[in-house]
């Protein structure tokens, strides 16, 4: 679950953090910044899954020269820097959190850019207040760490004394004998980029052998619901999608032994077992993303861009409250134990107002301002995100009010 992105110099973020909640929703027009957010997370994933030579190779949007802040005059930073904070899963049958850090440094002033630095390392007892807001109040059960040898990592007690100084890992050198961490935030960053859902795929069926969660693009999403209903979970996830889609009643697994396929129908009443080529595209959405956040071995982050695409506006919400209801509840004063984790880009007007109602703690407002820097005054735009109170000072905050006033005025073209 990350708790804190630190970012300077990738793409439209100059000088910029943000603590993550465990709901996430920034709400925005296009070209504000949202999915370079989302960018910048999926280059942390690359580097620490693939190493940093084929990273650089793997960006979706643009070379690797693209990813460094440019400015009015044509000109560009040669150096970028990430920093993701996180807590992640420690695995083997041991309970609470281990916080750790992964640090990116690129530079573009040589042949080529390269990742001239990258670090992991478990965070510290003395730097908890790095992690963000929630987690420095003590709303999740931190692990600390007092060394790590080969596959093994030393925990320190409750009552020990601070943590001793132990080498980082390295991402660009090879320090084998502190895999561990790198294994452990492999599993934590695979699940950090955004679903990319494609109602063509998910109508087709699925080779049974699969056992995976989610894909980000859905293709295996007959599979989930095989299993789903295996676990004896699938009547949660039905219950949900009958409050989204008006005469759903079931979902209906099937395996075609023959083939051995996965596929399923959804019954409507009145209109008996239907196929999957016929559902909408909204339908569909609704069923995998709720498969996905129905999924019991699903940990991590569920991200979704634009989740509002092919839905109608007034169940926006209602889909939005239903993928954020197991969540940790940060207002109760209490330890939470889930590392469950959901992020939203949005630009509906109607999920802001419910948004306010029910999550203000996670939204925020994204938008763009220009920003004078150096001796030789350069300009450049830059992405800016701002929390969201009724008391809000300009520059500081956004009110609620605000947002829904710049959504509703943004031209239907520009969305």
Partial sequence: MITNIRINGFKSFLDFELDVPPFL????????????????????????????????TLQPRGSALDMFH??????????????????????FGRTGALPMECTLVLDKSGEYPQVIEGRLRVIPRIE??????????????????TGVAGGHIDYADDDAEPEAEWADFSLVADHSSNSILLELFRLECATWRPYALEPRVMRLPVSAPDRGPLSLDGRNLAAVLHRLDREKVLWRLEADLAALIP?????????????????????????????????????????????????PGFRGVLAVEEVENGFHPGRVAELVRRL??????????????????????SHSPALVAALWAEHSAGLRFVDVVTRIDGPGHRTSRVTRVLPVREDAEPGAAATPWDVERFLATVREGDL
Avoid: C
């Fill in 25 to 56: 929703a920034l709400v925005g027009p296009n070209a504000s910044g949202k999915s370079n957010l989302f960018d910048a997370l999926a280059l942390v994933a690359d580097v620490v899954q693939h190493g940093p030579q084929r990273a650089l």
């Fill in 70 to 91: 440019r400015f009015e005059d044509g000109s560009s930073l040669d150096q970028l820097t990430i920093a993701v904070t996180a807590l992640v899963e420690p695995g």
């Fill in 128 to 145: 908890y207040g790095s992690l963000g807001e929630a987690v420095a109040n003590g709303h999740w059960s931190l692990l600390a760490v």
């Fill in 247 to 295: 005469g759903l009643r079931e979902i209906k697994p099937l395996l075609d032994e023959r083939r051995q396929e996965f596929d399923f129908d959804a019954v409507f009443a009145g209109v008996g077992s239907v196929l999957p080529r016929v559902l909408s595209d909204g339908t569909l959405r609704a069923l995998a993303l709720l498969a996905a956040a129905h999924d």
């Fill in 324 to 345: 954020t209801r197991d969540l940790a509840d940060l207002g109760e004063g209490e330890e939470a134990h889930g590392l469950r984790q959901v992020l939203l880009t």
